[in-house]
């Protein structure tokens, strides 16, 4: 993208604030944003909406290396261990499509069904953000290169509760300088 994509203008604010905001008004109480690369740049605009939003930043020291498993494990050991936190709501912060209901909708499923796995699918795909269960942690924390969270789904396959959403939201993210044309507000 020739610059960082999350902070990129979207309406008034940025790709990243845009989609704390959303996640915040969907009841999110603890937000954390991983950071890698750029993450003096991240770290400033999340402190600007650290008065707004339940947000707080975790830096990736093994981005270099992990892509997106390492940001993934490093968010799951930041979680304070004193919560009684049940579950990690995993979304990312190139996704400024994401909608409030959908994330309403995967955190209301695993309430009601107490699976292991909430995932959001349109038309048979899977998207974001998808939703771990705290057992299952310990299976992602333990994944190592070249596995991906893609492989770590696959694996558990039988575990997965699966949220039809009419919305393909949820598989949009921002990868090139068309995508964030093609889309921009």
């Known amino acids: ?76 050991r930041a979680l304070r261990p004193t919560e009684n936190t049940a ?6 912060g190139d996704q400024p499509h994401v909608q409030e209901r959908s994330v309403r909708l995967v955190c209301e499923a695993f309430l009601r069904t107490k699976s292991k796995l909430v995932v959001p699918s349109f038309e048979m795909r899977r998207g974001h953000p998808w939703l771990v269960a705290r057992p299952l942690w310990q299976d992602l924390l333990t994944l190592q290169n070249p596995k991906s969270p893609r492989d770590f789904l696959n694996s558990h396959a039988d575990d997965i509760h699966y949220v039809k959403v009419d919305t393909p939201s949820i598989l949009a993210d921002l990868d090139t300088p068309e995508d964030y044309r093609a889309s921009h507000p």
């Open 1 to 76: 993208m020739g610059q960082p994509k999350m902070l990129l203008p979207w309406g008034n604010v940025s790709v990243l604030e845009h989609v704390i905001s959303v996640f915040a008004a969907a009841g999110i109480e603890d937000i954390l944003v991983i950071t890698g690369a750029e993450q003096d740049q991240i770290e400033e605009a999340v402190a600007r909406s650290a008065n707004r939003y339940p947000v707080r930043v975790v830096r990736n020291s093994a981005f270099p290396h992990g892509e997106m498993l390492s940001s993934l494990q490093c968010g799951l």
């Open 87 to 92: 579950a990690a709501l995993i979304g990312l």
